[in-house]
């Protein structure tokens, strides 16, 4: 299970470290795709399947289908942790998400997302002065 706030650094090559807390359950490798807000998702592989099996079944005769499923896979990248339990995050991704030397890994239980550190705490503020009203909002769908 993913679960956890970590700040990261990225290197001039694009890697970035993987919290140890995380390893164990991406060893078989992971997937980095555009995620929502200006973010990026990492899955696990098996989770990744899941969701692009999905993905694979939207209609293909409907725009916004077609468009997600497009911005999702073709937007993927797959990649392996490497010995020192870093990842390598493509130029094109970092680009996406506006990531530069500082990223924060947080981790949403079977999939965790990498966000700019600055946009990070942004987002992170505006979601936590809404706590208790998005609480209530999900309460009436019973979560």
Request: hydrophobic letters at 40%; glycine letters at 10%; aromatic letters at 8%.
């Amino acid at each position: 299970m993913l679960l956890g706030e970590y700040q990261h650094t990225i290197d001039e090559k694009g890697r970035m470290a993987i919290p140890a807390k995380f390893r164990k359950m991406l060893s078989g490798g992971v997937v980095v795709t555009k995620g929502s807000e200006e973010c990026l998702d990492l899955y696990p592989v098996e989770e990744w399947t899941k969701l692009a099996e999905k993905l694979s079944r939207l209609p293909i005769n409907q725009a916004d289908a077609r468009a997600f499923a497009r911005l999702r896979l073709a937007g993927a990248s797959h990649a392996e942790i490497d010995s020192q339990g870093r990842v390598l995050i493509p130029d094109y991704l970092r680009s996406f998400a506006g990531i530069g030397a500082k990223a924060v890994i947080v981790g949403l239980y079977n999939r965790a997302e990498i966000w700019e550190e600055e946009k990070w705490r942004r987002y992170r503020a505006a979601i936590e002065a809404k706590g208790d009203e998005i609480a209530e909002r999900l309460g009436e769908l019973g979560a």
